[in-house]
């Protein structure tokens, strides 16, 4: 008995090395919210002064490096998806902040006056795995402190797992260059040097998430960015905030809540505010797939309007 216990634990302590080796051995990921960690690298080591987008899927079609020519910055586009807690983001990243930056932060809709969605932001596994990847240290002693570890552990475990499926298909693609690199197996295929997506959204009809009633706004999904705000303030970074683009049917069935939004923002916030939301109602003919997601055209007026605002502000 004592000897299948020591062995037992030996095991254990093999399987244990294995699994940290593993853990922090360089790696990428077959989920593609581990773009979140070629981002994060980018930012790192691009020069400041920079403008960066901070925001959802709702950023990936813009056309970043047009904005660099128009602006003579470099953009980075950190856009990834709605379902990804921005706060959390946001507080991820603080710290690779530089003096001179602009911050350009983007909330969907559906992000902050949807309570089912918002429900899910603060809820969903698959954001907190990925911002772990992010600063796995500091997620490991939050959950520590809240008596969480076996969850950290799961998360980890899951992770590892995508880890060794992309290294096997590396190797037997003989994508030799991307064994010994982090992030999204496809990070370069499907992202351009700015962050922004390679291939166009599909067009796809009836348009995803149509016919949406929200709820009126709660400042609490909003105030943090105000902490933000004073942080960026510090670190000599600008912060700008801008509404999101929509469609007209959409716009109009919320028009309601959505102008008390703007009130609130324009009463609360303490950064700028760079438009109105009707500033960005566009025709359904300018969307993709899903009412965020805009097609080539709508990208197009989008990136152009973007450049208008960003020249008044830098």
Not at 92 to 118: A, C, F, H, W
Request: aromatic content about 10%; proline content about 4%; glycine content about 6%.
């Amino acid at each position: 008995m004592i000897k299948l216990t020591v062995k037992s634990v030996l095991m254990l302590l093999i399987m244990a090395v294995f699994f940290s080796a593993l853990w922090i051995a360089p790696g990428r990921y077959t989920h593609d919210l581990a773009a979140i960690v070629n981002k994060r690298e980018m930012l790192t080591k691009t020069r400041h002064p920079r403008i960066i987008f901070m925001g959802g899927s709702s950023l990936l079609s813009l056309d970043s490096p047009s904005i660099a020519r128009a602006t003579g910055r470099q953009v980075i586009n950190m856009g990834l998806w709605g379902g990804l807690s921005l706060r959390s983001y946001l507080e991820e990243i603080k710290g690779d902040l530089r003096p001179g930056d602009t911050v350009v932060i983007t909330q969907e809709y559906s992000t902050v006056m949807d309570k089912n969605y918002v429900a899910f932001i603060n809820t969903n596994e698959e954001s907190k795995k990925f911002l772990m990847l992010l600063s796995p240290g500091r997620h490991l002693k939050r959950c520590w402190r809240q008596g969480r570890l076996f969850e950290a552990f799961t998360m980890m475990m899951q992770l590892v797992q995508m880890k060794n499926k992309a290294l096997i298909q590396n190797l037997l693609t003989l994508k030799w260059e991307k064994i010994a690199t982090n992030g999204y197996i496809y990070y370069e295929e499907e992202f351009n040097a700015c962050g922004d997506r390679v291939r166009p959204f599909k067009i796809l009809r009836p348009l995803d998430s149509a016919g949406i009633r929200f709820s009126p706004p709660d400042m609490r999904n909003h105030l943090y960015l105000n902490d933000v705000f004073l942080t960026a303030q510090k670190r000599g970074v600008k912060l700008l905030y801008y509404f999101s683009h929509f469609p007209e049917k959409e716009f109009h069935a919320n028009q309601e809540v959505i102008t008390a939004l703007h009130r609130q923002l324009r009463a609360n916030l303490r950064m700028p505010i760079m438009n109105t939301p009707e500033d960005m109602v566009f025709p359904e003919d300018y969307f993709a797939d899903t009412v965020y997601h805009l097609n080539t055209k709508g990208e197009a007026i989008r990136t152009k309007k973007m450049i208008q605002y960003l020249r008044q502000y830098l």
